[in-house]
């Protein structure tokens, strides 16, 4: 027993044969220990009611639960999970909610209990980066934290600054709503079945509403282009992004103030943001 007096994980997965299915992406953390911990990079959570998404059998929503969390929704996409999932609703009555959905496809904030709302989620790699745009590009945007986990590589382009290696569209969109920081490293060791890659935990934390760039959509596609051959100068990779205004690359760049022979990597946040501003203003009608 643990210390929510339920069963060890590994009994619970063999008592509902809950085989990890690839086609999922799942891959379970069965350590309570580390799944506190990352709960805990939540904050405080006695106001809050949390989102989980993919709990599986439920490692980490014990860890939130047991961190003590007000309210816990949770959204799992594999009918399986829903036995173990009930096993925990009972052992903290009242306090959980379970939806069966597919993450993609719900409307978060419709689904939970009013109070600061904080995102948790050991992420389904296929789905991950979807469900984070999703989450950025949110209006209002209904979040207050988020604490996810996803393939390190990803993580490293979450949390990029300029200059680095990893630095490109990913950085630029997540931190152009939020403050993004490395939370947690997690060695592909920890999981059951082990991934082939390491994770990581990010921990996003929105910016106040004046500070956060509002058309991530124009920001995706500048930097998309510029960002989609890297090596090349702006004037040649934003060619494509151009191709959909009434100026060229050159045009662009210069009424953004950004130097056309500059390789994207060594560009701003801010002067993509005015970048997107220029191409949103120069777009075909
Ligand atoms: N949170 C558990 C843990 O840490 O042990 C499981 C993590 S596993 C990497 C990902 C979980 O997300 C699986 O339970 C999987 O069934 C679920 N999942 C996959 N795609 C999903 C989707 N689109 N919506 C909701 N859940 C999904």
Known sequence: MSEDRLPPLREVIAAH???A????????LLDLNLTRKIASLAGDMSDTAAIEIGPGPGGLTRGILEHGVKHLTVIEKDARFLGALGEIRTAYPGQMDIVEADALEVDEAGVLAPG???????LPYNVGTLLLIKW????PLW???AVLMFQREVADRIVARPGEKAYGRLAILAQSVCEARMGLKVPARAFTPPPKVDSAVVVLTPRPEAERFADLKALGIVTGSAFGQRRKTLRKSLAQAASKTTQNADELLESAGIDPGARAETVSIEAFQTLAQVWRKATRP
Request: hydrophobic share 40%.
């Open 21 to 28: 299915k690839k086609s999922f992406g799942q891959h379970f």
């Open 17 to 19: 044969d809950l085989g």
């Open 116 to 122: 600061r709302r904080v995102i948790l989620s050991n």
């Open 143 to 145: 979040w207050a934290r």
């Open 136 to 139: 950025l590009e949110a209006k």
